[in-house]
């Protein structure tokens, strides 16, 4: 069976750092691009950040450019998303999501490009 399972989420102080996980399994962790996607209470899901370990790009969402990282770990199937500078506006539950391949710069446009795999998600609340 495919899995996700994001982990890390928590309350956190405006400033402060998390850094959130998504380990995976049932699939071929290399062949797949691994997006970080968040919802926050009455807003859409929106795309965070992206990591493709078929060509390595990486992408951020302008909020989040120079305070989140992304890194996968594929001797452990798990992609990671270190958030600094945390914000209330950050506050969100946090999704990943798996897709075939690579998405490039169509990558937050999960709607009309599905993702294969979504996990289940971690709440972050970013405390001011």
């Known amino acids: 069976d495919v899995q996700l399972q994001a982990s890390g989420g928590g309350l956190v102080q405006a400033g402060g750092s998390l850094r959130l996980s998504c380990a995976t399994s049932?699939?071929?962790?290399?062949?797949?691009?691994i997006g970080w996607f968040r919802q926050a209470p009455g807003k859409e899901r929106e795309g965070v950040s992206y990591?493709?370990?078929?060509?390595?790009?990486?992408y951020y969402a302008d909020s989040v450019k120079g305070r989140f990282t992304i890194s996968s770990d594929n001797a452990k199937n798990t992609v990671y998303l270190q958030m600094n500078s945390l914000e209330p506006e950050d506050t969100a539950v946090y999704f990943c999501?798996?897709?075939?391949?690579?998405?490039?710069?169509?990558?937050?446009?999960?709607?009309?490009?599905?993702?294969?795999?979504w996990g289940q998600g971690t709440l972050v609340t970013v405390s001011s």
């Open positions: 999501a798996a897709v075939f391949g690579s998405r490039g710069r169509l990558w937050r446009d999960f709607r009309r490009y599905e993702y294969d795999y």
């Open positions: 990591i493709s370990n078929t060509d390595g790009s990486t």
């Open positions: 049932g699939f071929t962790f290399d062949d797949y691009s």
